[in-house]
């Protein structure tokens, strides 16, 4: 077995027996409190041995294998900082929570550069750890239009363990959603969601599309608009979007799975509630944020 280099500083896990024949980037996460995404950049940059030998990702452990790392510091942020003013929910050493508002473009993307919440949440945390030089810290995203809770890490440790909750299933997700049709009783939709084979930009009921289950509770209605409490046990792109509208409920506003409304200038989906584990505490954090003015405003006309 090859040494390691002596001049840097390694992290080293033998692999136990739950962890042989995974591949090398799925045992090290599960090993090493590293984002998946640091860890697979070190394995590029040769700074991850499996018994004193740099391996490739795809390689598969075996029982009583070392795994040694060799943490590199982050890339730094390729996200120009933008100092901007947020709604904070929550903030302490190791998460930074916000009540998004509508409109706001979550991360850098061609043809939105500038003005998204990483441009300001690099500029407000000047010591954020940038685990991805375009998304550092995102745990989770919502779409442009959507508003609610967003939450971002702080440090590479919260990411791992907060990325891991979202990807177990974990974290309780409940929306707000303004509905066009009046509906009294609760459903529940576990169509498949994929990309739409007629329209790559938009996402469609599949057959060979990805699980998705939503539940749907109605509030309140009026008229011909419902408000609704929605629940996602998956976290496909645009799921909720889609499934009220396969069950005939398209959301208020949203030009691409319902119909444009000129009353309205955006789909009214607010994240309503979400509950996560502290990453450091492993506490329930229940976090909540308030419905904006223009779904206030929507619902003040109301009538029971």
Known sequence: MTDLPQNLQWQQEAVPAECAGMRLDVALTKLFSHSRASLQRWIEEGLVHV????????????EGDLLAVCPAPPPPSAVAPEPMTFDILYEDSSLFIINKPPGLVVHPAPGNRSGTFVNGLVACLKDLECQDPIRPGLVHRLDKDTSGVLIAAKTPSAL???????????????????????CTEAMRCAEPIGRDPKNRKRMAIVHNGK???????????????????????TGRTHQIRVHLSSLGYPILGDAVYGKKDVSVKRQMLHCWSLTVLHPVTKTPLVLQAPLPQDFQEILSGFVS
Do not use: C, W
């Open 51 to 62: 018994n004193g030998q740099a391996q490739k990702k795809r390689y598969v452990v075996s």
């Open 211 to 233: 699980e998705a289950q939503t539940e749907f509770f109605p509030l309140q209605s009026s008229g011909a608009l419902t408000l609704m409490r929605a629940v996602p046990h």
């Open 160 to 182: 791992q363990a907060l990325s891991q909750q979202f990807h177990d299933r974990t974290v309780y997700k409940e929306y707000r959603a303004i509905v066009v049709g009046r």
